[in-house]
């Protein structure tokens, strides 16, 4: 029992020595969505605080994201997040590509399918109210109507 256990522990701090890569790459201004939008600050506010650590070239990584293997989870969302949607990288995309995430954010915001549940109870700021929900679907809805994206 005992060589087990300082078995497990060797192996935590053996895997301490593989980090993850929290470096993110810099915001370029002219495919950053909401500079190139002219995204309202409430709008903007409500993104940074709900998506854009997984969906942006502005990740806050938090203090516990320093130990493996919670910080190799983290990284794969991130990853699999920033895949799917990145803010950053917006004027990247084509138009098929644009309206397709259009659709997705208004619809996972809708059904509460984002932000990803795991992440709420460590940022509260991120638990948006379903007013703030209406006004983040009110003003993607509002993108597809203008064309202007
Ligand atoms: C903690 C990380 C995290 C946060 C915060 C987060 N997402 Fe995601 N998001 C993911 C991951 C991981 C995926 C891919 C896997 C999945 O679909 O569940 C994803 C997928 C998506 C997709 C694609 C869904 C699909 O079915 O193709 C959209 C759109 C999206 N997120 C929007 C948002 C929006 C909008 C917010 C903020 C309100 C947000 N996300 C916050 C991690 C996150």
């Known amino acids: 029992m005992k060589k087990v256990l300082?078995?497990?522990?060797?192996?935590?701090?053996?895997?301490?020595?593989?980090?993850i890569d929290r470096t993110n790459k810099p915001v370029d201004p002219k495919q950053n969505f909401v500079e190139v939008l002219k995204t309202p600050k409430d709008v903007t506010e409500m993104l940074k605080n709900a998506c854009y650590d997984c969906h942006s070239n502005?990740?806050?990584?938090?203090?516990?994201?320093?130990?493996?293997?919670?910080?190799?989870?983290?990284?794969?969302?991130?990853?699999?997040?920033k895949?799917?949607?990145?803010?950053?990288?917006?004027?990247?995309?084509?138009k098929d590509q644009k309206e397709h995430?259009?659709?997705?954010?208004?619809?996972?915001?809708?059904?509460?399918?984002m932000p990803f549940k795991g992440?709420?109870?460590m940022?509260?700021?991120?638990?948006?109210?379903?007013?703030q929900r209406k006004i983040l679907i009110d003003y993607f809805k509002?993108?597809?109507?203008?064309?202007?994206?």
Do not use: C
């Open 6 to 19: 300082i078995g497990i522990v060797v192996f935590l701090v053996l895997i301490q020595l593989i980090p």
């Open 58 to 81: 502005e990740v806050k990584y938090p203090s516990y994201a320093y130990i493996a293997p919670i910080s190799w989870s983290i990284k794969h969302h991130v990853n699999e997040g």
């Open 83 to 94: 895949e799917n949607v990145n803010f950053s990288e917006w004027m990247t995309y084509n």
């Open 101 to 113: 995430v259009l659709d997705e954010v208004i619809e996972t915001i809708e059904r509460k399918e």
């Open 119 to 121: 992440y709420i109870p």
């Open 123 to 131: 940022h509260p700021e991120a638990d948006l109210t379903d007013a």
């Open 142 to 149: 509002g993108l597809q109507k203008s064309g202007q994206y």
